[in-house]
């Protein structure tokens, strides 16, 4: 994965605010489902230059926003100052493979667009998946979305196993319907909703389940 994070370092630096300003269709929804929890506190995952954690902390949480990009998360911050959001957006540099720097119990939902299928083994992802669990309170709402095996590029490009393939320097971990399943287990898994985005178009899945309480 370290080759990984230098291309999107240097992908951040040479397209500044590369996904635009406008927040995904992922973010809205999962805006009006944080908020119907009564969510406070929210953790973005893979927060890139910001468009969707500025968006949460515009809709009044919260947000600590995570990524291992440092010039992501620099103008992260700089577009936080520029919209007065500075007091309602945490930005912290971390690498998911790595435990979440926060305290048991301490965030009310978690946020994370197309971060669990970046180039992460299985095995990791599970281990991200429990973090998350720890990191939220009980009841707490996990909205997720990953790319799944029916994607135009699955099967194509770079295979480097474990159902990553890689394009243009990027590597994407496909997700199937028993891994979501899987990595359900213990959760309350209320939605698997399929769509589509971009160019391709990609083709993905939104999904939301809650920690149960003990």
């Known amino acids: 994965m370290g080759d990984q ?8 630096r040479d397209h500044p605010g590369m996904y635009g300003a406008q927040p995904s269709a992922a973010a809205r929804h999962a805006a009006a489902v944080f908020r119907v929890a009564g969510a406070r506190r929210v953790l973005e995952l893979g927060s890139g230059h910001g468009r969707d954690a500025l968006y949460l902390a515009d809709s009044g949480f919260h947000v600590t926003a995570t990524d291992f990009s440092s010039v992501a ?5 700089a577009g936080a100052m520029a919209r007065g959001l500075g007091d309602r957006v945490a930005a912290l540099e971390h690498d998911v493979r790595e435990p979440i720097p926060l305290p048991d119990g301490s965030i009310d939902a978690v946020f994370a667009h197309m971060l669990l299928c ?4 299985t095995t990791q992802i599970r281990d991200l998946m429990g973090e998350i ?11 997720y979305t990953v790319r799944h095996t029916g994607d135009a590029h699955y099967g194509t490009g770079v295979a480097l196993g474990d159902d990553i393939f890689e394009h243009g320097g990027f ?5 199937s319907r028993a891994l979501v399943d899987d ?8 939605e698997v909703h399929p769509f589509e ?13 809650v920690s149960r309480r003990p």
């Open 183 to 190: 990595l359900a287990e213990g959760w309350d898994l209320r």
């Open 197 to 209: 985005e971009g160019e391709l178009p990609r083709r993905l899945w939104r999904v939301t389940q």
């Open 171 to 175: 590597a994407v971990h496909f997700f």
């Open 73 to 77: 998360l620099e103008q992260l911050r």
């Open 118 to 121: 970046m180039a992460l083994s």
């Open 133 to 143: 669990r720890r990191v939220l309170r009980p009841g707490g709402t996990l909205v």
């Open 5 to 12: 994070h230098a291309h999107w370092e240097l992908t951040y």
